[in-house]
């Protein structure tokens, strides 16, 4: 095998055109959320914290695994090109895996930021330094790509001899596997196992950390305190990702590749109140430059 023929979302040519333009527009709004979020965090000093650190990288990443997936279903749409090459679909496999898992690193980051700052606030700029956040942050990046990538040579190392059709709109690594005439017993046991710490790992630290939280709260006497310490418990990224769609579910796969990355920036961003004062004191020293 040296192409893979992708399934796709549907095969009614009507909806094409529709369905292209839908998708385009969610792709464009989700490249302008993300990347205007990153760009404001660097231009306003005030929002160098270790939560918009975290969020800048989760705006990036966002970008980048929609950017894996999104550009050639469009195209699919616009086109009728249903054809990968085979490094392509390993790229894709690759990026969006990676990515995804990374994604899920930084929320049990920012877990834990929250914690220290419910919970030991006077502790807090001590506690989360530069030069403690930032090489956690680039061991995720490295251990993650590290699992990618033993995820895609396990995968592309089988032999595709029956077919070569995908069932999905792409290379996500179930599907794929499907495909082989070589037992996956293998890889079906190094996926469990690389899935399996991830999970454990940030689900220990997220509900570890929101369980203290809860704790602290529940022993606040004051309402305000309890309202305040509320406020900055839930400062956290609202985003369920996955690695792959259970049972091939195409649809739930549109919902996190193409939706959610997209209304995130919409629901959260813009209703933090520090980032709606940033963006105004940026714009207005914009127009005073260019004024």
């Not at 205007?36 to 705006?59: A, C, E, K, Q, V």
Request: charged share 10%.
């Amino acid at each position: 095998v040296t192409e893979f023929i992708l399934v796709g979302l549907t095969d009614v040519l009507e909806w094409h055109v529709p369905v292209f333009t839908i998708f385009t527009l969610i792709y464009l709004l989700t490249l302008v959320g993300k990347l205007g979020m990153i760009l404001l965090i660097l231009l306003d000093s005030r929002l160098h914290t270790p939560m918009y650190f975290f969020l800048s990288n989760l705006s990036l990443l966002d970008c980048v695994y929609a950017s894996a997936v999104n550009p050639k279903v469009m195209e699919r749409f616009l086109t009728g090109d249903k054809i990968i090459s085979y490094n392509s679909c390993a790229d894709q496999m690759f990026f969006f895996s990676a990515f995804v898992t990374v994604e899920s690193f930084l929320l049990a980051s920012m877990a834990f930021d929250r914690h220290a700052a419910v919970c030991k606030p006077l502790h807090y700029t001590t506690t989360m330094t530069s030069t403690m956040y930032v090489p956690i942050v680039t061991c995720f990046y490295f251990s993650v790509f590290l699992q990618s990538s033993i995820n895609v040579a396990f995968t592309f190392h089988l032999f595709f001899c029956h077919s070569n059709v995908i069932n999905h709109f792409f290379c996500d690594t179930p599907p794929v596997l499907d495909l082989s005439c070589s037992g996956i017993y293998i890889n079906e046991i190094v996926l469990l196992i690389l899935a399996t710490l991830d999970i454990a790992f940030t689900l220990l630290v997220i509900l570890n950390s929101y369980l203290l939280i809860f704790i602290i709260i529940l022993r606040m006497r004051s309402a305000e305190g309890q309202r305040n310490a509320f406020a900055t418990s839930i400062f956290m990224y609202p985003q369920l990702s996955s690695s792959h769609s259970m049972d091939n579910d195409k649809i739930a796969s549109v919902f996190y590749t193409m939706v959610i990355p997209m209304v995130n920036p919409l629901v959260y961003n813009l209703r933090n109140k520090e980032v709606k004062r940033s963006f105004k004191n940026v714009l207005e020293k914009q127009i005073i430059y260019w004024v």
